[in-house]
Nanobody, 125 residues
Framework: VQLQACGGDLVQPGRLLRVSCASS????????MGWFRQAPGEEREFVAV????????EYSDSVKGRFTISRDNAKRMVYLQMNSLKPEDTAVYYC???????????????????WGQGTQVTVSS
């Protein structure tokens, strides 16, 4: 299993950015996918999760209404569209796959066995 996140950048507050995650080594149809982030000096925190077919989606309260998670299983890609970015969104963003096949949305970091290398998102004027 391999996950590769990309698309991070330096953006101004209020702007938008999309980060992407490419997967390989397993069938994406069987697994939900999550996005987490980690700011300097902070714990890695849940951002969003998407079901295996892309219908079920959940978000943390801090990003709900601004971020949208999506996926394209044919391309083996998962995306996180981030709108109305704030300085507090600055973090390294990680995509992750749970250890178990889909039984419902999972937010706990401990449930995720595979992680991408992270992509830096910096929101600053």
């Amino acid at each position: 299993v391999q996950l590769q996140a990309c698309g991070g950048d330096l953006v101004q507050p209020g702007r938008l950015l999309r980060v992407s995650c490419a997967s390989s080594g397993y069938s994406p149809d069987n697994y939900g996918m999550g996005w987490f982030r980690q700011a300097p000096g902070e714990e890695r925190e849940f951002v969003a999760v998407i079901g295996r077919r892309g219908v079920i989606k959940e978000y943390s309260d801090s990003v709900k209404g601004r971020f949208t998670i999506s996926r394209d299983n044919a391309k083996r890609m998962v995306y996180l569209q981030m709108n109305s970015l704030k300085p507090e969104d600055t973090a390294v963003y990680y995509c992750a796959r749970p250890s178990s096949t889909w039984t419902g949305p999972v937010r706990a970091r401990s449930a995720y066995a595979y992680w991408g290398q992270g992509t830096q998102v910096t929101v600053s004027s």
